[in-house]
Antibody
């Protein structure tokens, strides 16, 4: 069974940093590209970042470019999102999702940026 | 970026009746390989999104056959043939043809 479990979401002050993790199981992790998608409270879905199966290619939404870094460790079946210079508008539930076409999603981890 | 526009944004439906959601893209979603990368997702209250349909009309495993997707180019539709109580939630279309991928605003389906 495919499982994606996000962690690392906390309350952080504006300007702060945070690293999210997504632990994958039930499939061959390094066969798949992976995404981060976020959802602000009461709002819709916003794609954040994508990383290729080998980490060689990464893509970012304009809203996070230069502040967020996506990475992966295929030996640990894990996906990461390093978030720097956090802003109030980054407050959201962050999901990891599998494959170019988002076929499986995790349950999300909540990031709150507030003083 | 490609803009995805869904309508309606709110859809009250009677149990057992059909429902239809429209999704329009600001440019054609036909990719150079001939495929159209248009997905539909369901998000039930308090749950994470679940993919229902990929490449316009292909149902994911375990998705009831009362859900169907259709369309081409820039106009797409998700239909529920007979709405059940478990179908309550928000439905999103999403295009993966032109990066970055973009989502529609979401359509909230509720029971009358």
């Amino acid at each position: 069974e495919v499982q994606l479990v996000e962690s690392g979401g906390v309350v952080v002050q504006p300007g702060g940093s945070l690293r999210l993790s997504c632990a994958a199981s039930g499939f061959t992790f390094d066969d798949y590209a992976m995404h981060w998608v976020r959802q602000a409270p009461g709002k819709g879905l916003e794609w954040v970042s994508l990383i290729s199966w080998d980490g060689g290619s990464t893509y970012y939404a304009d809203s996070v470019k230069g502040r967020f870094t996506i990475s992966r460790d295929n030996s640990k079946n894990s996906l990461y999102l390093q978030m720097n210079s956090l802003r109030a508008e980054d407050t959201a539930l962050y999901y990891c999702a599998r494959a170019w076409d988002f076929d499986y999603w995790g349950q999300g981890t909540l990031v709150t940026v507030s003083s | 970026d490609v803009v995805m526009t869904q309508s309606p944004l709110s859809l009250p439906v009677t149990l057992g009746q059909p429902a239809s959601i429209s999704c329009r893209s600001s440019q054609s979603l036909v990719y150079s390989d001939g495929n159209t990368y248009l997905n539909w997702f369901q998000q039930r209250p308090g749950q994470s999104p679940r993919r229902l349909i990929y490449k316009v009309s292909n149902r994911d495993s375990g998705v009831p056959d009362r859900f169907s997707g259709s369309g081409s180019g820039t106009d797409f539709t998700l239909k529920i043939s007979r709405v059940e109580a478990e179908d309550v939630g928000v439905y999103y279309c999403m295009q993966g043809t032109h990066w970055p991928g973009t989502f529609g605003q979401g359509t909230k389906v509720e029971i009358k």
